[in-house]
T-cell receptor
Framework: DAKTTQPNSMESNEEEPVHLPCNHSTISGTDYIHWYRQLPSQGPEYVIHGLTSNVNNRMASLAIAEDRKSSTLILHRATLRDAAVYYCTRKGNAGNMLTFGGGTRLMVKP | DGGITQSPKYLFRKEGQNVTLSCEQNLNHDAMYWYRQDPGQGLRLIYYSQIVNDFQKGDIAEGYSVSREKKESFPLTVTSAQKNPTAFYLC?????????????FGPGTRLTVL
């Protein structure tokens, strides 16, 4: 099964850190873990990706478990503009992007 | 401004008619993709193309067709064989198909079949 599993929704207070979990227990050794986010009626926006090591960029951090069966997207200080649906997915070198699951709807309270 | 354009933003068609959705990119990307999204659901891959004149079926290709005659363009035709075509359609592109290549998405076309 190539699915990733994420909680349906999470809530955070503005300016607090947010940890969004993802399980990908059947991931293969060459699959990259990608995160995207989507606002209503818009196309998804790339957030971050990684293979084995933890990754940081201007938007977020990605913490990957040592066995690679799970990962966590970290938003260090949530803002109202971070409210979106966050998708965790896997992408192998063989070709197409694997199917996006239902994602996690993040709500940010002022 | 580099990016992906999809047109039109909203499209209405009668049942039984074929309809073609446009996708253009000026990012000089080799790979392009089409996804379908139903309300409250994630994205499902319809077709993808690694290079001009080559494309592969994704998870839900039945009732759809594509062409890739130019690097910049990857139009999707929704045929009358597609049982439930009303959905939000998203086009994306990436430098290549490698796992480390992130995808860039267009704004989407919302198709409603009456």
């Amino acid at each position: 099964d190539a699915k990733t599993t994420q909680p349906n929704s999470m809530e955070s207070n503005e300016e607090e850190p947010v940890h969004l979990p993802c399980n990908h227990s059947t991931i293969s050794g060459t699959d990259y873990i990608h995160w995207y986010r989507q606002l209503p009626s818009q196309g998804p926006e790339y957030v971050i990706h990684g293979l084995t090591s933890n990754v940081n960029n201007r938007m977020a951090s990605l913490a990957i478990a040592e066995d690679r069966k799970s990962s966590t997207l970290i938003l260090h200080r949530a803002t109202l503009r971070d409210a979106a649906v966050y998708y965790c997915t896997r992408k192998g070198n063989a070709g197409n992007m694997l199917t996006f699951g239902g994602g996690t709807r993040l709500m940010v309270k002022p | 401004d580099g990016g992906i354009t999809q047109s039109p933003k909203y499209l209405f068609r009668k049942e039984g008619q074929n309809v073609t959705l446009s996708c253009e990119q000026n990012l000089n990307h080799d790979a392009m993709y089409w996804y379908r999204q139903d309300p409250g659901q994630g994205l499902r891959l319809i077709y993808y193309s690694q290079i001009v004149n080559d494309f592969q079926k994704g998870d839900i290709a039945e009732g759809y067709s594509v062409s890739r005659e130019k690097k910049e363009s990857f139009p999707l035709t929704v045929t009358s064989a597609q049982k439930n075509p009303t959905a939000f359609y998203l086009c994306a592109s990436s430098v290549g198909l490698a796992g480390y290549n992130e995808q860039f998405f267009g704004p989407g076309t919302r198709l409603t079949v009456l």
